[in-house]
Every structure is written in C-alpha cells, then in structure tokens.
C-alpha cells in the first residue's frame, strides 16, 4: 500500500510558477511508475507527465513539454512537479499516481495507476 499527499498548490496570475509536491509513504519509491493527473471542472482525468524510477520522464501531451517538468527524490521519497508560464487554461485539481507495474496501453490513462494522492487545486486566473 501507497500512500501519497500532494502540496503546493494555490491561486497564481497567468505567467506565474507553481511546484507541486508528492509525499510517498513507500520506502522504495523507485520501484514504482509516478505520475501527475489533473482535472478540470466538468472533465476527465487527464494524465499530465510520468515517471520511471531511473528518472526518464513521458510527457502525456506534448503541449505542456517546456512548461511542466517532472522529477523526484528517491531519498525524500517525494515527486514534484515545477508548473511554469501557467494559464488559466491549467486550472484543475492536480493528483500524485503510483503504480508498481507497466499497464499495457500506457501510463498516461487514469486506470494505469493503482494509487492516488488526494489532489491539490491549481488555479490560474487571467
């Protein structure tokens, strides 16, 4: 069992920079695929970014490539996720996943993670 708490989130003016934190409870955090979801009002899930425990990093859409940049701290057992150049369009509640294994199909679905944190609100106003 994972247990994941996200920080950081808050209200920030477009063109602003927020840094997402994920606290792992597992002690070997490298072993699992992480990754960040988000969802806006009124969508689905959408996956944003993940990550192998050797640190090789898939973007789920090429678009936030730039912007957004996964990483973590095996030793802090922590992910982060460093949000630059925000749009309001980046408005969501944004979640921490874990899951031990490759899921055919791709990590970027919302039903490749077994584990989630309970989301911490982003806010970009205009």
């Known amino acids: 069992q994972v247990q994941l708490v996200e920080s950081g989130g808050g209200s920030v003016q477009a063109g602003g920079s927020l840094r997402l934190s994920c606290a792992a409870s597992?002690?070997?955090?490298?072993?699992?695929?992480m990754a960040w979801f988000r969802q806006a009002p009124g969508k689905e899930r959408e996956g944003v970014v993940w990550?192998?425990?050797?640190?090789?990093?898939?973007y789920c859409a090429d678009f936030l490539k730039g912007r957004f940049t996964i990483s973590q701290d095996i030793a802090k057992k922590a992910l982060y996720l460093q949000m630059n150049s925000l749009k309001p369009e980046d408005t969501a509640m944004y979640y921490c996943?874990?899951?031990?294994?490759?899921?055919?199909?791709?990590?970027?679905?919302?039903?490749?993670?077994?584990?989630w944190g309970q989301g911490t609100q982003v806010t970009v106003s205009s």
């Open positions: 996943a874990a899951n031990l294994d490759y899921v055919l199909g791709g990590m970027c679905r919302e039903g490749a993670f077994d584990y």
């Open positions: 597992h002690h070997t955090l490298s072993s699992y695929y």
């Open positions: 990550i192998q425990g050797n640190g090789e990093s898939i």
